[in-house]
C-alpha cells in the first residue's frame, strides 16, 4: 500500500453535497472571527495552507519531503526582511517570499529527485538541515533573536493590516486563494500525470513522459505554496525565527497531515487545526509537546494510517458499498 | 613553527583528530542504520534517540548505581538493545510489507517521544559525564598531543565496527542475515526463524547506536539533544555510502568526518553544511552513493 | 503401502491474493517414496508445493506430515518439522559463497548427508566452494540447491523442476543424484515436466490440471499412458 492514498470527491453523487460542505465552510470561516481569538485562527489557517501544500507533494506524487520548513521558514525570512528592512508593501513582500521558496524548491527538489521513497526523505531532510545552518550563520536572518518586529503595513498601500479584522480577511483569502490553487492542479491534466507517476512510474516513463520533470514541477509548486503560507505567517506574527527552519518544523507539517488525512484535499486542514488547537491547549499545563506530538504520531502510524478525514471516507465508501 | 598550506601544523593535526572522532561516530550510527535497513527496510529515525538513550544510561546509572564507565559500556547497549526488541516486536514488525515511509514515520515519532520525555526530566542543557581515570591525560605522539580518551574514541569505534564486519561476513548468523536481506521468505522456509532474526537485528543496530552514546558522554556531554542533529548529518552520510554496503558504510564514515574536520581549518564557515554539500554532489554525479548500486 | 503416508495432503485449497488457484488438491506420499507431479504450464505445482511449504500463507485443507498438522505451523517450523525445498527459481544467495550456500539451512533432523559426502556427491561445488554462489553455470546451481538440503536430514525433499533449461550430462548428473537418495531412502515429491528423467526414478505419477488432481497412476504406467499425457500435457 502507498502512502499516497486519495480519496477525493470523484464520485459525482458526492461532488454536489462537497460544495454544499464548502459553501458552509466558507461561511463559518467568514463568521469565525467574531466568536475565536483571530490570532489563533490566522495561526490555522497559515499552516492548513502549509500542510496543503505539503500534502500536494505526498498524496499527489506519493514523495515524502522531510524538509519543507525550509520553504515556509526560508520564506518567513523573506518576506520579513523585504517588509522590515526594505519597506515593501505587505502583499509584494509575500510575493517575494513564495518567489524565493520557489527558486529554493527548485534547487533542492532538483538533487532531491534524484532518489525515491525513504531516501528523497533522508535527503530533503538534510538539505533543509543545510538551510537551517545557513540561516544560523548569515547575516540578515539575526541568528538565534530572528527578524523581530516586521510591520504588517498597509495591504497595496490601502488597507490598514494593523486591524485584526481586516489581517484576518486577507489570511482567509490568501488561504483560500492557495488552497483553490491546489484545487487546481490536482484536477488539471498535470495532476492526472502526476496521479499516473505515483500508481505506476515505470508506466508513466514508458509512456513518454519525462516524469522527473514533472516531479520537480509538483515539488516547485508545493515550495512556492508552502512559502505562500510562510510569507503569510511572517507578516501575521511580525517575526520569523530559526523555529520555523528547522527539522522539527517539518515533522510538525507531516503530523499535521498524517493525522488529517494523506491525499484527502480537507485532512490537512482539520490536522492542522487539530495541531494547533492542541499546542495552545498544552501551553498552558507543562506536558511536553513534543512527546504528544511523538505519540500522535505512532498512533497514526499503527492504528489509522487513512487519517480522520480518510478513515471518514473510507468508512462511507464501504457503507455505501455495502447499501448498494 | 612548521605550517601546511599556510596553517599552523598542530592546528591541522587536532582537526583531522577532531574529525576523526565525528567520524567515528558517523561511522558506528550509519553501519547501525545499514544493518538494520537492509533486513527490515526500515529508516531508524530514533537512531539518534537511541545513542542519546545509551549516553543517559551510562549517566543514570552512574548517578544511581555508581556504576562506572567501564560496566556502562556493556549495561548500556543491553538496556537499550532490549528497548528496541520490545518496540521492534509490538510496533515495527506491524509495519513490515506495507510502504516503509511507515517505519520512517513510526520511528521518527517513537525519537520525538524520548527526547521530549528526556528534555522535561533533565532540561535541553547538558550533563557532565567524566572520563574514566584510566584514559585522563594525554600522550606526545611526536607531532601533537593527544587526549587518551580521543584516542581510544577512535580505536574503540574501528574495532567495533571491524566485530560488525567480521560478525556479518563470517559467521552464521551474519550468513542469515545476509540470506535473509537478500529474500528473506525463501530464508524463512529453510527453517530459520526470520522473524526472531529482524528482532535481533534491530535490537542489534540499537545497541550499537548506545555503544556509541556511552562513548560521546564524556567527550559531547550528554544532552537530550544529542542524537537529533546527529541523525540528519548520519543520513547525508549513508545517502553518500549508499545504503547496500556494510563497509561502505563504514568507510564513508571517517572520511566525511575527516573532511569535514579539514573544513575547519580552511574554510570554517563551511564546516557546519560541507556533507550536506557532499551529498548534493555525490547525487548529481552517482545518484545510488559512493557504494550504492542502482535500483 | 497400506501404512499412513509420510504426507498427507486432503483438499486443498490456495489463493494468490483474491485469485484461487488449488481447489481440493488431495496427495499422498509414503515414506521412501518418489512421488512426480506433471501438469502443463500453470497447473498449479509450484503452487502446491509452496503451499506445502507453507511460503503461500492463504491456504485450507489438510497437511499432514507424519500426523504433525503443517498448516498451522509458522513458515520456519515447517522445515523444522522434516522438509527440504529446492524452489523453482533455485535460490542461490549472490552475497554468500557456495560453502555458505550449502551450510545455510539449518539442520533439522539427524541423518543428514555430512558435507564430505556432499563434497564427494558434488565435486563440482567443492573445487568452486569459495566463489560467489550466483557466479555459478546454471547446472551447478542447480546441484547447490539440492545439496542444500540434504544436509539438514530432512527426511522429504520437494523438487521443483530440476532439470529445467539445463543441457542433457546435467540432467543426467541430477538423475543419478536422485537414485542414490533414493537408495538411501529419501523421499522425494518431484515436480517435472521431462518424462523420460522422471520415468527413471518416479514411483508414481500425480496428473494436475487447473488446481486440481486429474489423475494418479503407477510408474510402468508411464509408456501406456502416453497418448493420454500427451493430449493432457499438451507437449
Ligand atoms: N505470485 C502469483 N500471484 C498470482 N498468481 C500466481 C502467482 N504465481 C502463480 N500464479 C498463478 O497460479 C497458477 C498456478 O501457477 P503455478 O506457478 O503453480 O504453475 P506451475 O504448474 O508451477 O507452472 P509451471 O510449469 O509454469 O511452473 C497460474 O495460473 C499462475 O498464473
Ligand atoms: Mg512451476
Known sequence: MAVGTQYLAEQPKLRTSSMVLGAIAIAALLAAPFFFYPVMLMSVLCFALFACAFNLLIGYVGLLSFGHAAFFGGAAYFTAHAAKVWGWEPLSAILLGVAGAAAMGLVIGFVAIRRQGIYFAMITLALSQMFAFICLQVPFTHGEDGIQGVPRGYLLGILDLNQPLAMYYVTLAIFLFGFFAIWRIVHSPFGNILKAIRENEKRAVSLGYRVDRYKLGAFVMSAALAGLAGGTKAIVFQFATLTDVQWQMSGEVILMTLLGGIGTLIGPIVGAGLVIALQNYLAASDFPVLVLIGIIFVICVLLFRRGIVGEILEFTRRKSKSAA | ?295 | MSSAPLLEVRGLNAWYGESHVLHGVDLDIHEGETVTLLGRNGAGKTTTLRSIMGILRRREGVIRLRGEDLLRLPLHKVAQAGIGYVPEERGIFASLNVSENLMLPPTVSEGGMSVEEIYTLFPNLYERRSSQGTKLSGGEQQMLAIARVLRTGAKIILLDEPTEGLAPVIVQRIGDVLVALKKRGMTILLVEQNFRFAKKVADRFYLMEDGRMVNSFPGHELDARMDELHEVLGV
Open chain 2, 1 to 295: 613553527m612548521s605550517t601546511i598550506f599556510g596553517v599552523p601544523a598542530p592546528a591541522l593535526y587536532g582537526q583531522i583528530l577532531i574529525g576523526l572522532i565525528n567520524g567515528s561516530f558517523y561511522a558506528m550510527l550509519s553501519l547501525g542504520l545499514a544493518v538494520i535497513f537492509g533486513l527490515l527496510r526500515v529508516i531508524n529515525f530514533a537512531h539518534g534517540a537511541q545513542y542519546m538513550l545509551g549516553a543517559f544510561a551510562a549517566y543514570l546509572i552512574l548517578n544511581y548505581a555508581g556504576i562506572g564507565y567501564w560496566p556502562a559500556l556493556i549495561l548500556a547497549p543491553l538496556i537499550v538493545g532490549a528497548i528496541a526488541v520490545v518496540i521492534e516486536r509490538f510496533m515495527l514488525s506491524r509495519l513490515y510489507g506495507i510502504d516503509p515511509l511507515y517505519g520512517l514515520l513510526l520511528t521518527f515519532g517513537l525519537a520525538l517521544i524520548l527526547e521530549g520525555a528526556f528534555r522535561y526530566w533533565f532540561g535541553a542543557a547538558g550533563q557532565p559525564y567524566a572520563a574514566p581515570s584510566q584514559l585522563t591525560g594525554a600522550v606526545n605522539l611526536g607531532f601533537m598531543f593527544m587526549p587518551i580518551y580521543r584516542g581510544w574514541v577512535v580505536i574503540a569505534s574501528l574495532v567495533v565496527c571491524l566485530g560488525t564486519w567480521l560478525l556479518i561476513e563470517k559467521t552464521q548468523l551474519g550468513a542469515y542475515l545476509r540470506a535473509a536481506t537478500e529474500n528473506a521468505t525463501l530464508v524463512q522456509a529453510f527453517g530459520v526463524n526470520v522473524p526472531l532474526l529482524l528482532t535481533l537485528t534491530y535490537g542489534l543496530g540499537a545497541a550499537l547506536a548506545a555503544f556509541a552514546g556511552v562513548l560521546a558522554a564524556p567527550i559531547y556531554q550528554v544532552s537530550p539533544l544529542m542524537g537529533s542533529n546527529l541523525i540528519i548529518i548520519v543520513f547525508a552520510v549513508v545517502v553518500v555510502g549508499g545504503m547496500g554496503s556494510i563497509l561502505g558504510a563504514i568507510v564513508t564514515g571517517y572520511m566525511l568526518g575527516v573532511l569535514e574536520g579539514l573544513t575547519k581549518v580552511f574554510y570554517p564557515e563551511a564546516s557546519s553544511i560541507v556533507i550536506f554539500v557532499i551529498m548534493a554532489i555525490v547525487l548529481l554525479v552517482r545518484p545510488a552513493g559512493l557504494f550504492g548500486q542502482e535500483e
